[in-house]
């Protein structure tokens, strides 16, 4: 049986990497593919919850009544994660949401948790 032959590793210098760092010899990250993506946004008016019965039983012209008061803040989500409170306005004819209150960066910190 033929004996393999062994080779270490070869790792650069956590010190090396550090040294090059400081040197500004290091590439910029370049995180520009991120802008691309594209994620849901969704703007929440408010919600309840029913027993599949009254679902059923609804019609048009039926009221749904939700978890909100009228004139409370709308609920700004992207890929179902609160980010933002605002309220609605009409523009060209068209629905949209002015910003009122931008989540704080810890608070959508912990909401991934």
């Known amino acids: 049986m033929a004996e393999q ?4 590793p070869e790792f650069q210098n956590i ?8 040197n500004g010899n290091e590439q910029k990250r370049d995180i ?7 994620v849901e946004i969704t703007v929440q008016l408010g919600s309840t919850r029913m027993m599949i019965k009254e679902l059923l039983q609804l ?8 978890d909100k008061l009228a004139g409370e803040p709308m609920e700004v989500l992207v890929n ?10 009409v523009v060209n004819e068209k629905f949209g949401i002015r910003l009122t209150d931008i989540v704080s960066p810890s608070e959508r910190l912990s909401q991934l948790k």
Do not use: C, H, T, Y
């Open 15 to 22: 010190k090396e990497e550090k040294k090059e760092e400081e």
């Open 80 to 89: 179902n994660k609160l980010i933002a409170r605002g309220e609605v306005v």
């Open 59 to 66: 019609g048009q012209g039926s009221v749904i009544e939700l």
């Open 32 to 38: 520009e593919f991120l802008l691309d993506i594209p």
């Open 5 to 8: 032959q062994v080779k270490e």
